[in-house]
């Protein structure tokens, strides 16, 4: 294993409210990511990091937002959760970002939008 | 446009016989295919990655893949099912197109009857 958690595991909120999701490596990856995994989606990247400070959006962005103060930190934020938020979230960490390379992921939270 | 097709949503096998999952791919640049494997409740972990090295790519648990470029496929193969090979499958791919993109395909869960 990679040493990625991710926390917390499980959460159930209400809709508007805020939302923070933590994943923490211990392997000094330069690239995190963040993917939510829907039914019949496989996994769809949301935001990504290249470094300390340094995001970029992915291809479902809307609604979320990041940051990563330290190298093994990447916070995943609902502003104010929606019921299409619902869904499972998966970090996951890349020593590179290009084709070919292995991207190593945590085991993942369940978040339940009300 | 990269797109990734997993054929079937649902494969079930009996213990002992061979598995076939099977993934087709479309890209205008080379690609890097990878299969990854997702148990009950856990992060996706790589099976194996084809990086346009050799195109029979073997990988953990005894699977297989091959790249055929031909047939824009790279199906997942096993040659005796075990009990312990029941979860999900997630065949994906990963180009460099001037940027980077990954697309993960829907994913095709695997049963093992005993």
């Known amino acids: 294993d990679a040493g990625i958690t991710q926390s917390p595991r499980h959460k159930v909120t209400e809709t508007g409210t805020p939302v923070t999701l933590r994943c923490h490596q211990t392997?000094?990856?330069?690239?995190m990511y963040w993917y939510r995994q829907d039914p019949g989606h496989g996994l769809r990247l949301i935001h990504y990091?290249?470094?300390?400070?340094?995001?970029d959006k992915g291809e479902v962005s809307d609604g979320y937002s990041v940051s990563r103060s330290k190298t093994e930190d990447f916070l995943l934020t609902l502003e104010s959760a929606t019921s299409s938020q619902t869904s499972v979230y998966f970090c996951?960490?890349?020593?590179?970002?290009?084709?070919?390379?292995?991207?190593?992921f945590g085991p993942g939270t369940r978040l339940t939008v009300l | 446009a990269q797109s990734v097709t997993q054929l079937d949503s649902h494969v079930s096998v009996s213990e002992g016989t061979p598995v076939l999952l099977r993934c087709n791919y479309s890209?205008?640049?080379?690609?890097?295919l990878f299969w990854y494997v997702q148990h009950p409740n856990k992060g996706l972990q790589l099976l194996l990655k084809?990086?346009?090295?050799?195109?029979l790519v073997k990988g953990i648990n005894g699977f297989e893949a091959e790249f055929k470029k031909s047939e824009t496929s790279f199906h997942l193969t096993k040659p005796s099912a075990h009990m312990s090979d029941a979860a999900e499958y997630f065949c994906?791919?990963?180009?460099?197109?001037?940027?980077?993109?990954?697309?993960f395909g829907a994913g095709t869960r695997l049963f093992v009857k005993a």
């Open positions: 994906v791919v990963s180009v460099n197109t001037g940027g980077f993109k990954t697309i």
């Open positions: 084809y990086t346009s090295a050799a195109t």
């Open positions: 996951a960490t890349s020593v590179v970002r290009i084709s070919g390379d292995t991207q190593y």
């Open positions: 890209s205008s640049y080379s690609p890097s």
């Open positions: 990091s290249y470094g300390v400070k340094d995001t």
């Open positions: 392997e000094n990856h330069r690239y």
